[in-house]
């Protein structure tokens, strides 16, 4: 069974985490500051016993499902090589459009900013708070005070990786904001890389084993390990990432899932392990040893939030019209005694992230038949009518039956049909919203961290040693699972590493900080992406770093905080 500790503690405290948040966040008595009681809540005693402490990591864990997986994930795949914004290809939105959304003003830009330096200023809090405790016996145990501030560290650096590869050099801010500051001025990227070094080292030695964290979602040593390696290739230490990387696939009982395991659904007859990873309740397990960090969603808790993952990333079949003799074209399930158009297996997406080529068919095109990543249970490709009162139906959806009769040719193919990466999907299995088939929510936990792609960080640290014959030896690993073909020393490249992410965790990873940190967007933004509206999104080798926000500029009065090039 599931462990729901983290969802639980979470419901009954999460009113008192934000209370918690706003007292210390907006705190600037000086009288206040200077005192420090221990019989009530206050800002110096919030995090400064483990109870507080535990609860402000706990508010942690939230913001970062609520502010990078619950609704924004689509953000880090639109706008690059992988994706762009389907519902409406020729307007501003989700990045679809550089010149006016890569701006200074640009919301885009200051979402990220504002969302690295809250986690950030939280992160603080409980940093200092732990480290300023008023009362030094209130903790019983040296290895949990440490373990707490190891976690906390951790987010702290999650969110400055962020920062840094999308901005490059950033104000480094590592005790909290307490008063009104106006004089941040910006830190070098290497001093920035420092802190992640420190935070990151800190909480691998400190932080609980797999296994051993109180609740399914906390942070563990091999989750800090795994991130350590990926700021070690960002900084171009290559046997540093190498050895990071070894940690976690060597020393603490991670494998790769090789065999169908857990709950097994079967709806689409091409089910397979890679798809089992994906499966509702399957990524928490004890025997699923690919697991490192996977971010919690529950149904029916308060606080529980849900993944927008159809929503996002699924093609909106149902606003498709009618079939070629004139009938609705998707009838849908039979709910409260009426047909409601949406399909239980499909949910209803809304195309926010339509996979360039490149993601549908480009990258497959080696091994289409026999990668199971490419099979028809992970990547929907095929589509039916869904209506008995036509000719059609059960009949496959092709455009060329119309004729050239309809009236949407480019929201046919860039938002109502396009292949479905059903990872993102709880086919028959949804929770609220059932007269719309769960409206595009669904309540699966998503992998943040998972050791595929540790394979694939350690086979780039082993490319940048020149040695292609261990870094093909780890990405055929993650090959071979899915049944494609091994490759040779020879086939090595950064670019097919890139490819090689894209098969195995389209709609995962963060696909933006991924190119930014490489310094590979600009490059491949023109290669691959074919939005037939706005032609490679308008983007400009300025672009390879965002612009400071505006707002941000013309607020720090104490100091000059200097723009990045070109904007």
Same mark, same amino acid.
């Given at each position: 069974? &599931?462990?729901?500790?983290?969802?639980?503690?979470?419901?009954?405290?999460?009113?008192?985490?934000?209370?918690?948040?706003?007292?210390?966040?907006?705190?600037?008595?000086?009288?206040?500051?200077?005192?420090?009681?221990?019989?009530?809540?206050?800002?110096?005693?919030?995090?400064?016993?483990?109870?507080?402490?535990?609860?402000?990591?706990?508010?942690?864990?939230?913001?970062?499902?609520?502010?990078?997986?619950?609704?924004?994930?689509?953000?880090?795949?639109?706008? $690059?090589?992988?994706?762009?914004?389907?519902?409406?290809?020729?307007?501003?939105?989700?990045?679809?459009?550089?010149?006016?959304?890569?701006?200074?003003?640009?919301?885009?830009?200051?979402?990220?900013?504002?969302?690295?330096?809250?986690?950030?200023?939280?992160?603080?809090?409980?940093?200092d708070g732990i480290n300023n405790?008023?009362?030094?016996?209130?903790?019983?145990?040296?290895?949990?005070?440490?373990?707490?501030?190891?976690?906390?560290?951790?987010?702290?650096?999650?969110?400055?990786?962020?920062?840094?590869?999308?901005?490059?050099?950033?104000?480094?801010?590592?005790?909290?904001?307490? $008063?009104?500051?106006?004089?941040?001025?910006?830190?070098?990227?290497?001093?920035?890389?420092?802190?992640?070094?420190?935070?990151?080292?800190?909480?691998?030695?400190?932080?609980?084993?797999?296994?051993?964290?109180?609740?399914?979602?906390?942070?563990?040593?091999?989750?800090?390990?795994?991130?350590?390696?990926?700021?070690?290739?960002?900084?171009?230490?290559?046997?540093?990432?190498v050895d990071a990387a070894s940690?976690?696939?060597?020393?603490?009982?991670?494998?790769?899932?090789?065999?169908?395991?857990?709950?097994?659904?079967?709806?689409?007859?091409?089910?397979?392990? /890679?798809?089992?990873?994906?499966? &509702?309740?399957?990524?928490?397990?004890?025997?699923?040893?690919?697991?490192?960090?996977?971010?919690?969603?529950?149904?029916?808790?308060?606080?529980?939030?849900?993944?927008?993952?159809?929503?996002?990333?699924?093609?909106?079949?149902?606003?498709?019209?009618?079939?070629?003799?004139?009938?609705?074209?998707?009838?849908?399930?039979?709910?409260?005694?009426?047909?409601?158009?949406?399909?239980?297996?499909?949910?209803?997406?809304v195309s926010w992230a339509r996979?360039?080529?490149?993601?549908? /068919?480009?990258?497959?095109?080696?091994?289409?038949?026999?990668?199971?990543?490419?099979?028809?249970?992970?990547?929907?490709?095929?589509?039916?009518?869904?209506?008995?009162?036509?000719?059609?139906?059960?009949?496959?959806?092709?455009?060329?039956?119309?004729?050239?009769?309809?009236?949407?040719?480019?929201?046919?193919?860039?938002?109502?049909?396009?292949?479905?990466?059903?990872?993102?999907?709880?086919?028959?299995?949804?929770?609220?919203?059932?007269?719309?088939?769960?409206?595009?929510?669904?309540?699966?936990?998503?992998?943040?961290?998972?050791?595929?792609?540790?394979?694939?960080?350690?086979?780039?640290?082993?490319?940048?040693?020149?040695?292609?014959?261990?870094?093909?030896?780890?990405?055929?690993?993650?090959?071979?699972?899915?049944?494609?073909?091994?490759?040779?020393?020879?086939?090595?490249?950064?670019?097919?590493?890139?490819?090689?992410?894209?098969?195995?965790?389209?709609?995962?990873?963060?696909?933006?900080?991924?190119?930014?940190?490489?310094?590979?967007?600009?490059?491949?933004?023109?290669?691959?992406?074919?939005?037939?509206?706005?032609?490679?999104?308008?983007?400009?080798?300025?672009?390879?770093?965002?612009?400071?926000?505006?707002?941000?500029?013309?607020?720090?009065?104490?100091?000059?905080?200097?723009?990045?090039?070109?904007?």
């Open positions: 069974m &599931k462990n729901n500790k983290l969802i639980n503690i979470l419901r009954s405290r999460l009113a008192l985490a934000l209370t918690i948040v706003i007292i210390i966040s907006s705190s600037c008595s000086e009288n206040v500051l200077e005192e420090t009681p221990i019989d009530f809540l206050s800002p110096g005693n919030a995090y400064s016993t483990p109870g507080g402490v535990e609860l402000g990591i706990i508010y942690l864990h939230t913001y970062v499902r609520s502010s990078f997986y619950n609704l924004n994930m689509p953000y880090f795949a639109t706008g $690059t090589d992988v994706a762009y914004y389907g519902e409406a290809p020729g307007s501003a939105g989700y990045m679809n459009d550089y010149a006016s959304e890569c701006v200074p003003s640009g919301s885009i830009p200051s979402s990220f900013w504002s969302s690295g330096y809250k986690l950030i200023q939280l992160s603080n809090l409980i940093i405790s008023v009362d030094k016996s209130l903790w019983t145990s040296e290895a949990k005070k440490n373990a707490l501030l190891g976690e906390a560290m951790f987010f702290r650096a999650y969110a400055y990786r962020m920062l840094v590869y999308l901005f490059g050099d950033v104000p480094l801010q590592k005790e909290p904001v307490t $008063t009104a500051k106006t004089d941040f001025a910006r830190s070098s990227k290497s001093d920035v890389y420092a802190l992640l070094e420190s935070d990151l080292t800190f909480a691998a030695a400190n932080l609980p084993k797999r296994g051993s964290e109180t609740a399914s979602g906390r942070i563990t040593q091999g989750a800090a390990w795994h991130l350590l390696s990926e700021i070690y290739l960002a900084e171009g230490k290559y046997q540093n990432a940690h976690v696939i060597n020393d603490y009982g991670y494998a790769l899932m090789t065999k169908r395991f857990g709950s097994q659904k079967n709806i689409f007859k091409t089910e397979n392990v /890679y798809y089992d990873l994906f499966t &509702k309740d399957n990524q928490n397990l004890s025997t699923n040893t690919e697991n490192i960090w996977a971010i919690q969603f529950e149904p029916n808790v308060t606080g529980g939030l849900s993944y927008m993952g159809p929503r996002g990333f699924g093609p909106a079949y149902f606003r498709m019209g009618n079939t070629p003799d004139g009938y609705t074209a998707f009838r849908g399930e039979l709910y409260n005694g009426s047909y409601t158009g949406y399909s239980d297996t499909l949910s209803r997406p996979p360039t080529s490149y993601t549908c /068919y480009t990258i497959w095109k080696s091994d289409f038949k026999n990668d199971y990543r490419n099979a028809e249970a992970c990547i929907k490709r095929h589509f039916y009518f869904d209506n008995p009162k036509s000719a059609y139906n059960k009949k496959e959806i092709k455009w060329s039956l119309y004729n050239g009769q309809r009236s949407s040719p480019l929201k046919d193919t860039t938002q109502y049909l396009y292949p479905y990466f059903m990872k993102v999907n709880t086919p028959l299995d949804y929770y609220t919203d059932l007269a719309r088939s769960g409206g595009g929510y669904v309540y699966k936990d998503v992998y943040a961290m998972r050791l595929a792609e540790t394979y694939l960080l350690r086979a780039e640290g082993y490319l940048g040693l020149g040695n292609k014959d261990k870094a093909a030896a780890d990405i055929n690993m993650v090959r071979s699972r899915s049944n494609a073909k091994a490759i040779s020393a020879s086939d090595v490249t950064i670019d097919y590493i890139l490819d090689e992410r894209v098969r195995e965790l389209y709609s995962e990873e963060t696909r933006l900080l991924t190119l930014m940190r490489l310094g590979k967007l600009v490059e491949r933004v023109k290669k691959y992406n074919d939005n037939p509206v706005i032609t490679t999104l308008n983007i400009q080798s300025r672009n390879d770093l965002y612009p400071i926000p505006q707002t941000v500029i013309d607020l720090n009065t104490g100091a000059k905080l200097e723009q990045n090039p070109g904007y």
